[in-house]
């Protein structure tokens, strides 16, 4: 996010939205945004020093905020999710956000808490730097992948965007959860700095100097698939001696991921394995229940099913001070102050471009049938030609309108819309939007870094709005907790969607390719009419997803 973007942003105040702000005597808020000013503005002409600037600001948070404020008395570490070993300036988000989230709707499971914990105190003895690592790395690069070890790895590589890169990451540790594996998470340049270290006293990410972390595909000779069909390894465990590691592949074909990936049998192989590389694209953690020798282990973990992700998800993803103090500066000056605040995230796929006008017509049509946003009314129909006054200040409701897009066309228009024209209920609508890249450019850390930031910010909306089919918007509204508003696929015979959106059965994200499950019986069968914790995606009708 840069100055001109925060200029734009501030020129969009509604004049009544500053007036109410005035109306209150100066308090500890007041005083910290006078202190914190000529740190913010050192940090947007200097980025280099933002994240110190969040440290400092973070610190004057602390000393000024009362035991009785709602940031204080936020529960800080999710129900027991985060672990107090943490020293807190390293990483603000950790235990900041919780005071900007809704409260959760999901009790955390005290089993779940007694696994993280003993997670952690594994990680901390077979991660990087240990004698441990370092002996089993000796027996990998060896060719040596026989016989039990002490500790084992699941090592996770990135593909894709910053949404799927979050939901296979989770799903990959969720799988080292159930297997007792440690995942390393191999960081690129674009990654760096990204999130913060999840689990105290140790480090998540690979080592540098890891041998096999590239070149990997469906048709690799490693990949467990091709394995199976080259006799290298078998089911009745008589293949002979293991390779010393498995790549597992887990990218969506066609909307499908490989046979042989998510039945019990090929579980069991896998399982003899002490190192497994693993890509994916996918929220293959769906895929996990679909596993019979998991299934009372997750019960136990998630007696709620549509809590996997907001909780995992919570846990494990914390952004880094760079990206919280884009985080930090954008909801503090922007959105804190409304009496509510709805998020609306737009994604445009290049290969199925909406065009603007339809995908507009039908944000309205969501937002306005079910009363997210009012109706406008032209200051011009007022008596005598004059605008009508505005309401008084106690009386005035401010609604932030948070706009998530790479394209800057429908903030401009739904802005123009609510500045220009009053709204029939009275209240004042204020439309935000903190970058408009034009395209995705993964390969970027710093668009990364809004990215991340955007998700954040729209996880912690009272409302969301988002775009069928996306990734990006299911991670924002399952760290909220909030089922939202999706935008229903357009029927492209008509140019048009006849629902504009529906909400979904719950705040999971969509496994959109499915595993067959053809097995060693020879028939495929659909999951979600013989598990009661299943059903079809409503905007991937093939997908599958978890819910209560």
Same mark, same amino acid.
């Given at each position: 996010?840069?100055?001109?973007?925060?200029?734009?942003?501030?020129?969009?105040?509604?004049?009544?939205?500053?007036?109410?702000?005035?109306? @209150?005597?100066?308090?500890?808020?007041?005083?910290?945004?006078?202190?914190?000013?000529?740190?913010?503005?050192?940090?947007?002409? *200097?980025?280099?020093?933002?994240?110190?600037?969040?440290?400092?600001?973070?610190?004057?948070?602390?000393?000024?905020?009362?035991?009785? /404020?709602?940031?204080?008395?936020?529960?800080?570490?999710?129900?027991?999710?985060?672990?107090?070993?943490?020293?807190?300036?390293?990483?603000?988000?950790?235990?900041?956000?919780?005071?900007?989230?809704?409260?959760?709707?999901?009790?955390?499971?005290?089993?779940?808490?007694?696994?993280?914990?003993?997670?952690?105190?594994?990680?901390?003895?077979?991660?990087?730097?240990?004698?441990?690592?370092?002996?089993?790395?000796?027996?990998?690069? /060896?060719?040596?992948?026989?016989?039990?070890?002490?500790?084992?790895?699941?090592?996770?590589?990135?593909?894709?965007?910053?949404?799927?890169?979050?939901?296979?990451?989770?799903?990959?540790?969720?799988?080292?959860?159930?297997?007792?594996?440690?995942?390393?998470?191999?960081?690129?340049?674009?990654?760096?700095?990204?999130?913060?270290?999840?689990?105290?006293?140790?480090?998540?990410?690979?080592?540098?100097? *890891?041998?096999?972390?590239?070149?990997?595909?469906?048709?690799?000779?490693?990949?467990?698939?091709?394995?199976?069909?080259?006799?290298?390894?078998?089911?009745?465990?008589?293949?002979?001696?293991?390779?010393?590691?498995?790549?597992?592949?887990?990218?969506?074909?066609?909307?499908?991921?490989?046979?042989?990936?998510?039945?019990?049998?090929?579980?069991?192989?896998?399982?003899? *394995?002490?190192?497994?590389?693993?890509?994916?694209?996918?929220?293959?953690?769906?895929?996990? *229940?679909?596993?019979?020798?998991?299934?009372?282990?997750?019960?136990?973990?998630?007696?709620?099913?549509?809590?996997?992700?907001?909780?995992?998800?919570?846990?494990?993803?914390?952004?880094?001070?760079?990206?919280?103090?884009?985080?930090?500066?954008?909801?503090?000056?922007?959105? @804190?102050?409304?009496?509510?605040?709805?998020?609306?995230?737009?994604?445009?796929?290049?290969?199925?471009?909406?065009?603007?006008?339809?995908?507009?017509?039908?944000?309205?049509?969501?937002?306005?049938?079910?009363?997210?946003?009012?109706?406008?009314?032209?200051?011009?129909?007022?008596?005598?030609?004059?605008?009508?006054?505005?309401?008084? @200040?106690?009386?005035?409701?401010?609604?932030?309108?948070?706009?998530?897009?790479?394209?800057?066309?429908?903030?401009?228009?739904?802005?123009?819309?609510?500045?220009?024209?009053?709204?029939?209920?009275?209240?004042?609508?204020?439309?935000?939007?903190?970058?408009?890249?034009?395209?995705?450019?993964?390969?970027?850390?710093?668009?990364?870094?809004?990215?991340?930031?955007?998700?954040?910010?729209?996880?912690?909306?009272?409302?969301?709005?988002?775009?069928?089919?996306?990734?990006?918007?299911?991670?924002?509204?399952?760290?909220?907790?909030?089922?939202?508003?999706?935008?229903?696929?357009?029927?492209?015979?008509?140019?048009?969607?006849?629902?504009?959106?529906?909400?979904?059965?719950?705040?999971?994200?969509?496994?959109?390719?499915?595993?067959?499950?053809?097995?060693?019986?020879?028939?495929?069968?659909?999951?979600?009419?013989?598990?009661?914790?299943?059903?079809?995606?409503?905007?991937?009708?093939?997908?599958?997803?978890?819910?209560?």
């Amino acid at each position: 996010m840069d100055t001109d973007k925060l200029g734009e942003a501030a020129a969009a105040h509604p004049p009544e939205a500053e007036k109410r702000r005035g109306v @209150a005597a100066p308090g500890a808020a007041t005083v910290l945004v006078l202190v914190a000013l000529p740190l913010m503005l050192v940090s947007y002409f *200097f980025g280099d020093l933002a994240a110190d600037t969040v440290v400092r600001l973070h610190r004057f948070k602390e000393s000024s905020l009362s035991s009785s /404020s709602p940031a204080a008395a936020a529960d800080r570490l999710l129900g027991g999710l985060l672990s107090p070993e943490f020293d807190e300036a390293s990483c603000l988000s950790r235990y900041e956000a919780s005071s900007r989230w809704k409260p959760s709707p999901f009790r955390v499971s005290p089993y779940l808490v007694e696994r993280l914990r003993r997670y952690e105190a594994n990680h901390r003895r077979c991660g990087p730097g240990t004698a441990r690592y370092r002996d089993a790395v000796a027996r990998l690069r /060896s060719g040596d992948g026989d016989g039990d070890a002490e500790c084992r790895y699941v090592v996770w590589l990135p593909i894709q965007g910053l949404g799927n890169r979050m939901l296979s990451l989770v799903s990959t540790f969720l799988y080292a959860l159930l297997t007792g594996r440690v995942v390393l998470v191999h960081e690129p340049p674009e990654m760096e700095g990204l999130f913060c270290e999840p689990f105290p006293g140790t480090s998540w990410l690979l080592p540098p100097d *890891f041998p096999y972390k590239g070149g990997f595909s469906a048709a690799s000779n490693e990949s467990y698939v091709n394995m199976l069909k080259n006799g290298v390894v078998r089911h009745d465990g008589d293949g002979g001696a293991l390779p010393p590691y498995v790549y597992l592949h887990l990218e969506q074909i066609h909307l499908r991921l490989q046979n042989h990936t998510f039945c019990e049998e090929d579980h069991r192989v896998l399982d003899r *394995f002490n190192w497994m590389v693993l890509r994916s694209d996918s929220y293959f953690a769906v895929a996990l *229940f679909l596993v019979p020798a998991y299934r009372a282990e997750l019960d136990r973990m998630f007696p709620a099913k549509g809590s996997v992700f907001h909780h995992l998800g919570r846990y494990l993803f914390h952004p880094g001070n760079r990206a919280w103090g884009i985080v930090e500066r954008f909801y503090d000056g922007y959105l @804190a102050g409304a009496d509510e605040r709805l998020g609306i995230q737009v994604r445009i796929v290049p290969q199925m471009a909406v065009p603007f006008d339809v995908m507009y017509e039908q944000i309205l049509r969501c937002t306005r049938e079910h009363g997210l946003l009012p109706q406008v009314t032209s200051t011009s129909e007022s008596a005598g030609g004059r605008p009508p006054p505005p309401p008084t @200040a106690t009386a005035t409701k401010v609604k932030a309108v948070l706009v998530v897009s790479l394209k800057r066309e429908y903030y401009d228009k739904l802005h123009g819309a609510y500045y220009t024209n009053a709204t029939a209920s009275g209240e004042v609508v204020a439309v935000y939007q903190p970058s408009h890249d034009g395209d995705q450019h993964t390969e970027a850390r710093a668009h990364n870094e809004r990215a991340l930031a955007e998700i954040y910010l729209l996880s912690f909306s009272d409302a969301v709005v988002t775009t069928a089919w996306s990734t990006f918007g299911y991670v924002a509204h399952a760290l909220a907790g909030v089922r939202p508003w999706q935008l229903a696929p357009l029927d492209w015979g008509k140019m048009r969607a006849d629902v504009a959106c529906a909400r979904p059965a719950s705040v999971e994200p969509c496994l959109h390719s499915p595993p067959p499950l053809v097995c060693r019986a020879r028939r495929d069968r659909d999951p979600a009419a013989h598990l009661p914790f299943l059903r079809h995606c409503e905007d991937v009708p093939a997908g599958l997803k978890l819910f209560d």
